[in-house]
């Protein structure tokens, strides 16, 4: 191609007369991959700086501005065997990294903190026990409340703001315990080490501190590793398009066509953006649009939708947005509809929180009135009562579900599952009932040869390495059977009739009946046919629709999770048919529309059912939403991608399973783990209430239960949950 | 006990110390990518560039 490709639009000023881009590599798969691309990068003209972040598969390059073009980049990528993926960072992203950052700052200060206080008070019990003078012990407590005091003031931040947000909204959550809880204990501690006591209770207040962050840091980091992959699949995803400035085409990103601009669509081609044909002729495939896989001919004046792959002819469209009474704007409609129908389920951890917040702080006033009352001196009835808070405070509780969470969103990124929401595992958890569209969830996003066993295997890989000359859907479909990726030297294609090749003397012959000297062969039903002919034979090629590699099986073990299987598709009957007969799902509906998938989820969801929904295609996007829970493939178009819970990679359809397995486990654990904090909680508080509780029982409490739960959380990842 | 007067400020000092060098490698990015440079390390990069 001899078009320019602009990527402009991806080189930020870097500061001091320099560019930078970032690109997302595919292919980085050792630690050589490092030197090689960094030094082949840095060997460019101008280029300033070049590092590869190896974590997220991420390079980084500067150079002066006007130096280069940044197209050479990836130029020089591809040469030495790398594919290199332009994109801006999401604003998204760049502000989780500034959150981890934070996150880990205060980490290292409750760290740091925690680790001095401890060294002093563990003097304390042991001088306590033994023969501390009082003014050794005065000194140490007050060295203590000099650590404690300004780190928990600056590590507690996220918990104190977290507890002050719920109160301005008039609710609780746990934050609100652990904010009057360290305040308290470390409040009743300045008091009683100006009073001489024997003992204080800053290492509890800062321990604690330092136990929740490390749950929180977890917890970010790996919501983070997975929003990174996310954001490289989208990078990869990104597609170009040709643009006309004047009469020249110039390729550039998808990303900067805006309303008005003339594209040109090629066969073999996905439309670029929304728009309306305004010269040429073709067939479309809508199948990621409306799940119907027969094509559709278009020409002038045909409205398109970003997505549909083009079959034969050249197109030039007008970008415009959506308008009236179009396919999407109706799906936008349905999207706000079902959003604001959606009953958003509770989380685990917020429902125990509103139970255990009024509960905790009941029981500490009840100690101290009951102690006022049975005689008790103030000051004594104050403190035993804060020690209750202290003992319950919810470090357990709080790091209950997290802790599950971040070890089961690490078994299902290991799974091909990428989580967009973090309640997502308990709502997947909870489905009872799954929906599948059929169109590129259970089929390949991408037709397949489907009559390859009919075919003399040579011949067929002969095909397949010619069919790698063409960009004709047909023969693109057919060259992903090609074992070599080599194309044949001398390969001639004729525009809408095949292509051909002298392999060893013979000519080789792929495309039409026609152009392969044939006369009307009949395709199989269904399907499509390209035709190859070598020296004297010929082998008819179906390409179709198939079926995931593993659909089958999938299918068999969610039904054996007790699963009730469903299919809603908007393709035509006789294609939706066969595939729930080969799968063995008798509840199936074809030929439906947006409107009428969510009607028969919100009946589904009326009879009490929760639906998982799995789909892929634009017209699945207001059902996704409408589900309780909903997976889509990692092809869905991008519009149903945003509205999916988790979105899985991939061929197989095994995620959707591994997905279930690891939600249910991760639900059960969680369960587990709120159990053992509330036995934690029953076997602890009467001992705090009758006023037992030593700074250093407090500690080994805090420290075991905390310890104990996130021990438990471990086990979400063994056993299964690898891909 | 009156040297403990000044050797708990002294372990707390210490303690600073590497509390600010972590911060420190934090700011400068060096946690940015952990798996990058437990293998930049194994690259002999800078025995290549003397031989060029």
Same mark, same amino acid.
């Given at each position: 191609?001899?078009?320019?490709?602009?990527?402009?639009?991806?080189?930020?000023?870097?500061?001091?007369?320099?560019?930078?881009?970032?690109?997302?590599?595919?292919?980085?798969?050792?630690?050589?991959?490092?030197?090689?691309?960094?030094?082949?990068?840095?060997?460019?003209?101008?280029?300033?700086?070049?590092?590869?972040?190896?974590?997220?598969?991420?390079?980084?390059?500067?150079?002066?501005?006007?130096?280069?073009?940044?197209?050479?980049?990836?130029?020089?990528?591809?040469?030495?065997?790398?594919?290199?993926?332009?994109?801006?960072?999401?604003?998204?992203?760049?502000?989780?990294?500034?959150?981890?950052?934070?996150?880990?700052?205060?980490?290292?200060?409750?760290?740091?903190?925690?680790?001095?206080?401890?060294?002093?008070?563990?003097?304390?019990?042991?001088?306590?026990?033994?023969?501390?003078?009082?003014?050794?012990?005065?000194?140490?407590?007050?060295?203590?409340?000099?650590?404690?005091?300004?780190?928990?003031?600056?590590?507690?931040?996220?918990?104190?703001?977290?507890?002050?947000?719920?109160?301005?909204?008039?609710?609780?959550?746990?934050?609100?315990?652990?904010?009057?809880?360290?305040?308290?204990?470390?409040?009743?501690?300045?008091?009683?080490?100006?009073?001489?006591?024997?003992?204080?209770?800053?290492?509890?207040?800062?321990?604690?501190?330092?136990?929740?962050?490390?749950?929180?840091?977890?917890?970010?980091?790996?919501?983070?590793?997975?929003?990174?992959?996310?954001?490289?699949?989208?990078?990869?995803?990104?597609?170009?398009?040709?643009?006309?400035?004047?009469?020249?085409?110039?390729?550039?990103?998808?990303?900067?066509?805006?309303?008005?601009?003339?594209?040109?669509?090629?066969?073999?081609?996905?439309?670029?953006?929304?728009?309306?044909?305004?010269?040429?002729?073709?067939?479309?495939?809508?199948?990621?649009?409306?799940?119907?896989?027969?094509?559709?001919?278009?020409?002038?004046?045909?409205?398109?939708?970003?997505?549909?792959?083009?079959?034969?002819?050249?197109?030039?469209?007008?970008?415009?947005?959506?308008?009236?009474?179009?396919?999407?704007?109706?799906?936008?409609?349905?999207?706000?509809?079902?959003?604001?129908?959606?009953?958003?389920?509770?989380?685990?951890?917020?429902?125990?929180?509103?139970?255990? *917040?009024?509960?905790?702080?009941?029981?500490?006033?009840?100690?101290?009135?009951?102690?006022?009352?049975?005689? *008790?001196?103030?000051?004594?009835?104050?403190?035993?009562?804060?020690?209750?808070?202290?003992?319950?405070?919810?470090?357990?509780?709080?790091?209950?579900?997290?802790?599950?969470?971040?070890?089961?969103?690490?078994?299902?990124?290991?799974?091909?599952?990428?989580?967009?929401?973090?309640?997502?595992?308990?709502?997947?958890?909870?489905?009872?009932?799954?929906?599948?569209?059929?169109?590129?969830?259970?089929?390949?996003?991408?037709?397949?040869?489907?009559?390859?066993?009919?075919?003399?295997?040579?011949?067929?890989?002969?095909?397949?390495?010619?069919?790698?000359?063409?960009?004709?859907?047909?023969?693109?479909?057919?060259?992903?059977?090609?074992?070599?990726?080599?194309?044949?030297?001398?390969?001639?294609?004729?525009?809408?009739?095949?292509?051909?090749?002298?392999?060893?003397?013979?000519?080789?012959?792929?495309?039409?009946?026609?152009?392969?000297?044939?006369?009307?062969?009949?395709?199989?039903?269904?399907?499509?046919?390209?035709?190859?002919?070598?020296?004297?034979?010929?082998?008819?090629?179906?390409?179709?629709?198939?079926?995931?590699?593993?659909?089958?099986?999938?299918?068999?073990?969610?039904?054996?999770?007790?699963?009730?299987?469903?299919?809603?598709?908007?393709?035509?009957?006789?294609?939706?048919?066969?595939?729930?007969?080969?799968?063995?799902?008798?509840?199936?509906?074809?030929?439906?529309?947006?409107?009428?998938?969510?009607?028969?989820?919100?009946?589904?969801?009326?009879?009490?059912?929760?639906?998982?929904?799995?789909?892929?295609?634009?017209?699945?996007?207001?059902?996704?939403?409408?589900?309780?829970?909903?997976?889509?493939?990692?092809?869905?178009?991008?519009?149903?991608?945003?509205?999916?819970?988790?979105?899985?990679?991939?061929?197989?359809?095994?995620?959707?399973?591994?997905?279930?397995?690891?939600?249910?486990? &991760?639900?059960?654990?969680?369960?587990?783990?709120?159990?053992?904090?509330?036995?934690?909680? &029953?076997?602890?508080?009467?001992?705090?209430?009758?006023?037992?509780?030593?700074?250093?029982?407090?500690?080994?409490?805090?420290?075991?239960?905390?310890?104990?739960?996130?021990?438990?959380?471990?086990?979400?990842?063994?056993?299964?949950?690898?891909? | 006990?009156?040297? #403990?007067?000044? #050797?708990?400020?002294?372990?707390?000092?210490?303690?600073?110390?590497?509390?600010?060098?972590? #911060?420190?490698?934090?700011?400068?990015?060096?946690?940015?990518?952990?798996?990058?440079?437990? #293998?930049?390390?194994?690259?002999?990069?800078?025995?290549?560039?003397?031989?060029?």
């Amino acid at each position: 191609m001899n078009e320019a490709l602009d990527l402009s639009l991806y080189a930020k000023p870097a500061g001091a007369g320099t560019l930078g881009m970032d690109l997302a590599v595919e292919g980085v798969a050792c630690g050589a991959c490092i030197d090689r691309i960094e030094s082949a990068v840095k060997k460019l003209p101008g280029v300033t700086d070049a590092r590869l972040n190896f974590t997220n598969r991420r390079l980084h390059v500067a150079w002066a501005d006007g130096a280069l073009q940044p197209a050479q980049i990836i130029g020089t990528l591809e040469k030495i065997g790398y594919r290199g993926h332009p994109f801006v960072p999401l604003r998204a992203e760049q502000e989780e990294a500034a959150e981890a950052r934070r996150l880990t700052r205060y980490l290292a200060v409750a760290g740091f903190a925690a680790m001095n206080v401890m060294l002093l008070s563990v003097s304390v019990w042991s001088g306590n026990a033994t023969d501390i003078t009082p003014e050794t012990r005065d000194f140490f407590h007050w060295a203590s409340a000099l650590i404690a005091l300004p780190a928990a003031a600056y590590a507690g931040q996220p918990f104190f703001k977290s507890a002050w947000r719920a109160l301005k909204a008039r609710s609780l959550n746990m934050d609100v315990p652990i904010t009057v809880g360290v305040t308290l204990a470390l409040a009743m501690s300045l008091v009683e080490t100006a009073n001489h006591a024997r003992s204080a209770y800053f290492d509890s207040a800062i321990m604690l501190l330092f136990f929740l962050l490390v749950g929180r840091t977890l917890d970010h980091a790996m919501r983070r590793k997975t929003r990174a992959v996310a954001g490289n699949l989208a990078a990869l995803k990104a597609d170009s398009a040709h643009r006309f400035a004047g009469d020249e085409l110039v390729t550039v990103p998808v990303a900067v066509l805006k309303s008005g601009d003339r594209v040109l669509v090629k066969p073999g081609e996905r439309v670029p953006a929304d728009g309306m044909v305004i010269s040429g002729s073709s067939e479309i495939d809508e199948s990621v649009i409306t799940g119907e896989t027969a094509r559709r001919a278009v020409a002038a004046g045909v409205q398109l939708y970003a997505g549909s792959l083009n079959f034969n002819g050249t197109l030039t469209l007008r970008v415009s947005a959506a308008g009236e009474g179009t396919l999407i704007d109706e799906i936008e409609r349905l999207l706000e509809r079902a959003a604001s129908a959606k009953s958003r389920s509770l989380r685990l951890a917020d429902r125990a929180s509103r139970i255990y *917040a009024p509960l905790v702080h009941l029981a500490a006033a009840a100690t101290a009135l009951g102690w006022l009352i049975a005689g *008790a001196s103030l000051h004594d009835a104050l403190v035993t009562a804060i020690a209750v808070l202290i003992i319950t405070c919810p470090c357990a509780l709080a790091l209950a579900i997290p802790a599950v969470q971040v070890v089961a969103s690490g078994a299902l990124f290991r799974a091909g599952v990428i989580l967009n929401s973090g309640d997502a595992i308990e709502r997947l958890a909870e489905a009872d009932t799954v929906v599948f569209d059929k169109t590129g969830t259970l089929t390949l996003p991408e037709p397949r040869v489907v009559n390859a066993d009919a075919i003399d295997p040579v011949l067929l890989q002969m095909a397949a390495r010619l069919a790698l000359s063409s960009r004709h859907p047909l023969a693109v479909a057919l060259s992903r059977e090609a074992a070599s990726a080599r194309p044949y030297d001398g390969a001639v294609e004729e525009p809408g009739q095949g292509v051909r090749a002298m392999i060893d003397g013979s000519e080789a012959r792929l495309g039409s009946p026609a152009f392969c000297g044939l006369g009307n062969v009949m395709p199989l039903p269904g399907s499509s046919l390209i035709v190859f002919t070598f020296a004297g034979k010929t082998a008819a090629i179906s390409i179709a629709q198939k079926l995931r590699p593993d659909a089958a099986e999938v299918v068999n073990a969610l039904r054996g999770l007790g699963l009730d299987l469903r299919i809603l598709s908007g393709d035509r009957n006789e294609a939706v048919a066969p595939v729930a007969r080969a799968l063995g799902i008798s509840h199936w509906q074809g030929t439906l529309t947006p409107a009428e998938k969510i009607v028969f989820i919100d009946s589904l969801k009326t009879t009490g059912r929760r639906v998982l929904m799995v789909g892929d295609g634009l017209n699945d996007a207001p059902a996704l939403a409408a589900a309780h829970v909903s997976l889509s493939p990692i092809s869905a178009a991008d519009l149903t991608q945003a509205q999916a819970d988790a979105v899985f990679l991939g061929d197989r359809l095994k995620p959707v399973h591994d997905a279930i397995l690891i939600a249910r486990r &991760a639900r059960r654990l969680m369960k587990e783990n709120l159990w053992f904090a509330a036995i934690y909680n &029953a076997v602890a508080v009467p001992i705090a209430i009758a006023g037992l509780v030593t700074p250093l029982i407090a500690a080994l409490a805090m420290s075991g239960s905390s310890l104990s739960v996130t021990l438990n959380a471990l086990r979400a990842r063994m056993q299964g949950g690898r891909a | 006990m009156n040297v #403990l007067v000044y #050797l708990v400020p002294a372990a707390l000092g210490l303690g600073l110390i590497g509390l600010i060098g972590f #911060l420190w490698a934090l700011r400068s990015g060096q946690y940015s990518d952990v798996e990058g440079a437990a #293998l930049r390390v194994l690259s002999d990069d800078d025995i290549g560039r003397t031989g060029d």
